[in-house]
């Protein structure tokens, strides 16, 4: 009787001490997807302060061009508020699909603005607006090598979760939503292949 007793507290130690380590690995995969958005959020706003410099410099060369500059101020501010609106939440399918859709009218706002500053040589001929434009697309690498990092860990956290045994104890243990992954409105264009004309 004592040695089925000792059995039986083994295997319940044994399982205690796997529930710790189920729970101890989805606390750090979640922290990791967390990180990942903070890098984004580093660079989303590193972009969002290039692109209020960038309008400030194009302002005073295209005072007739109001409607343009005012498009791209106003689609950063909601911009800027969707990332404020997911750092608080980073995951949550909501938030993430909230700033992917801020997201898309900022580059939507943006490309209207390059049209517009073709019209203008000595726009684009300005050191400090080229100097902006190059700071725009690295910033622009930078959020798209971010947004891969931070859908990974989200991956590898949600598939975690979703295999069997940590499937029956996520839940319980407060780990139940999925994380959402980051996908901005220019994925479509992204998974297609250019179209070269001759």
Avoid: C, W
């Avoid at 209207?112 to 300005?126: I, T």
Wanted: net charge negative.
């Amino acid at each position: 009787m004592q040695l089925t007793t000792i059995v039986l507290l083994v295997v319940l130690v044994l399982m205690v001490i796997y529930a710790v380590s189920i729970y101890n690995r989805l606390v750090a995969l979640k922290h990791r997807y967390q990180n990942a958005f903070a890098q984004i959020e580093v660079q989303l706003k590193r972009r969002y302060d290039t692109i209020a410099n960038l309008v400030e410099t194009a302002r005073a060369y295209m005072a007739q061009e109001h409607d343009t500059l005012t498009a791209v101020t106003e689609a950063r501010n909601v911009a800027l508020s969707g990332l404020k609106s997911a750092a608080a939440r980073p995951g949550e399918p909501g938030a993430m699909a909230e700033l992917a859709g801020a997201e898309g009218a900022l580059g939507a706002a943006l490309g209207r603005l390059n049209v517009v500053m073709e019209a203008y040589p000595d726009l684009k001929a300005s050191d400090n607006m080229r100097q902006l434009s190059e700071t725009l697309t690295s910033t622009e690498n930078r959020v798209a090598f971010a947004r891969q990092a931070f859908n990974d860990a989200v991956m590898q956290y949600n598939t975690y979760k979703q295999s069997f045994p940590p499937v029956l104890l996520a839940g319980p243990l407060g780990h139940s939503p999925d994380a959402a992954l980051l996908e901005f409105d220019d994925s479509a264009n992204i998974q297609a292949a250019p179209r070269i004309n001759f």
